[in-house]
Structure formats: C-alpha cells, structure tokens
C-alpha cells in the first residue's frame, strides 16, 4: 500500500493527495500518517507546495467525512432506537442509553467532533452519530475542517522536517493506533457483556403491535 500511496501523490500531485485522503477518511484502513507525511516531503522537495498539500488533504478529509455523516442522517435516530431495543446488545447500547449519548452529543458535538478527528479510527466513525444527531451541517463541517487542519497541519510539518526519513512519522504514530483499536474492541466487548435492556423496551414492543 505504501508504493501505491508514493506513486498516487508522485504521479497525480494534489488531485490524488485530495483522492487519498477522500478515501481514507471513509475507509479506515488507508493511513493519513503515510499519506501525508509523505506529501510533506514531496514539499520539502520542491515537488508539492506546502499550502497546498495542507489545503489538499483537508478538503479531501473532510469531503470523506461527508457519506458518514449522511448516512448516519438518514438512517435515522428512530430506526437505530428500535433496533437498539430489540438487538441492543450488539450495538452494546439500549434505547434509553442511546437517547443520553444523542443529548450529549447535541449538547457538545462541535467539539467532539472536533477532537474526534485527532484520534485515529475515531476519525471516520464520529461522522455516523453526529449524523444521528442531526447536528447542523455548517457546524460539522467547521469542526471537521478544525480538526483535520490541526492534524493534517502536525503531519505534513513532520514529512517536511523529517525529509526522506518521513516514514518514520508512521513508525511512531502506528503503534498508537493499534493501541486505540485494540482499546476501542475493548470497550465493546465489556459492554457486550454487562449490556441490559432499557426498562421501556417492553412497552414499546407492545405500543408496536
């Protein structure tokens, strides 16, 4: 994946920095810290321009955050309550523990969102509940575009300065990921396990008959 990443950026410049980062931000697995540290250093050498790439990769960050939040939107908070009180313990979450976190989040999203997208993996799937939260769209765009300006900003300095050594960003910052996957699969398996049915959950089956 890495020789794919090198010859996009090389070959197709700021339309494939943007493509990259477009995809990454929708599929998890294609790594920002590769992407743009290594623009970063294709600025360094004069090939890119350091504006640019940060301007780049920002819009197509954010663009990539879009499809989650829509679908998220669309899907609907009704429909993932139902589904919550009749297959909650997959979803780890109960009806009514599904409206708290839907408060919580309307109350604070901006700001979630915004630090959501510094943390890797939370990156994508804080797009979905912000759309589940019908949070206002100007407002999801200014802390997504917040957000990944501070970190594609972080990276792209660090290719810079690092020059050809750039990989190096990636060495470093993918052991945290793999610690904040591995924390997050954590997470979901203790609440697979303590998850309960919201006290309501009965009423509403019967409402529905």
């Known amino acids: 994946m890495a020789n794919w990443i090198i010859e996009t950026i090389s070959q197709t410049g700021y339309l494939g920095l943007f493509l990259l980062m477009l995809l990454e931000s929708i599929f998890p697995p294609i790594p920002s810290e590769l992407i743009i540290p290594f623009a970063g250093f294709a600025a360094a050498r004069g090939d890119l321009n350091l504006f640019g790439v940060v301007l780049a990769a920002c819009a197509g960050a954010v663009a990539g ?17 139902r589904i919550a009180d009749r297959h909650g ?11 708290r976190a839907t408060a919580w989040f309307t109350r604070y999203g901006p700001v979630i969102v915004l630090f959501g997208r ?3 993996v939370i990156r994508t799937l804080i797009s979905v509940p912000a759309g589940l939260a019908r949070m206002p769209l100007p407002a999801f765009l200014l802390a997504s575009a917040i957000g990944a300006l501070v970190w594609n900003v972080l990276l792209t300095l660090a290719g810079y300065l690092l020059a050809e050594h750039y990989d ?4 470093v910052l993918d052991p945290g990921t793999m610690i904040v996957l591995g924390l997050v699969v954590l997470a979901y398996l203790y609440r697979l396990v303590t998850w309960r049915p919201s006290d309501t959950a009965p ?3 019967q409402g529905s008959r």
């Open 65 to 81: 955050m879009l499809p989650w939040y829509f679908a998220g939107r669309i899907f609907g908070l009704d429909r993932v309550r």
């Open 168 to 171: 190096l960003v990636e060495h």
């Open 89 to 99: 313990r997959w979803l780890t979450l109960n009806a009514e523990e599904l409206d």
């Open 203 to 205: 009423e509403r089956d």
């Open 118 to 120: 510094l943390i890797p």
